[in-house]
């Protein structure tokens, strides 16, 4: 397996704690970080964090459920591609899970899954 792409091995608990100390808006970082390594798995630039960032906003939180199942797919085959067990369910996972309002919980699980390289 290659070295982690710069920061992108993360400790949950402390990621989830700063997320609801500043009201979320570690949450966002945190999510930038995912984006990152997502894309460094699968050797492309496919996430971007200020189209994503905007088109959320845009669209009131609509295009965040669709980028969460893409983002899904995406890290199971990284992840697949560079050996680690991964979750093959994570896309439709992370789908319901931003539908119901749980997004820090998708951030962790998606740290999670990622960690496992690491």
């Not at 949950?12 to 609801?20: A, E, H, K, N, S």
């Amino acid at each position: 397996m290659r070295p982690p792409p710069g920061n992108a091995q993360g400790n949950i608990g402390l990621d989830v704690v700063f997320t609801l100390i500043t009201c979320g808006i570690y949450g966002l970082f945190w999510q930038n970080r995912l984006f990152k390594a997502c894309n460094a798995l699968n050797d492309d630039e496919k996430f971007s964090f200020l189209s994503w960032f905007l088109l959320s906003l845009i669209t009131c939180g609509i295009y965040n459920l669709v980028v969460q199942y893409q983002f899904g797919e995406a890290l199971h085959r990284g992840l697949c591609k560079e050996g680690a067990p991964g979750n093959e369910n994570l896309s439709l996972l992370g789908l319901l899970l931003s539908l119901f309002g749980l997004s820090i919980v998708v951030l962790a699980i998606e740290q999670h899954e990622i960690n496992k390289l690491y």
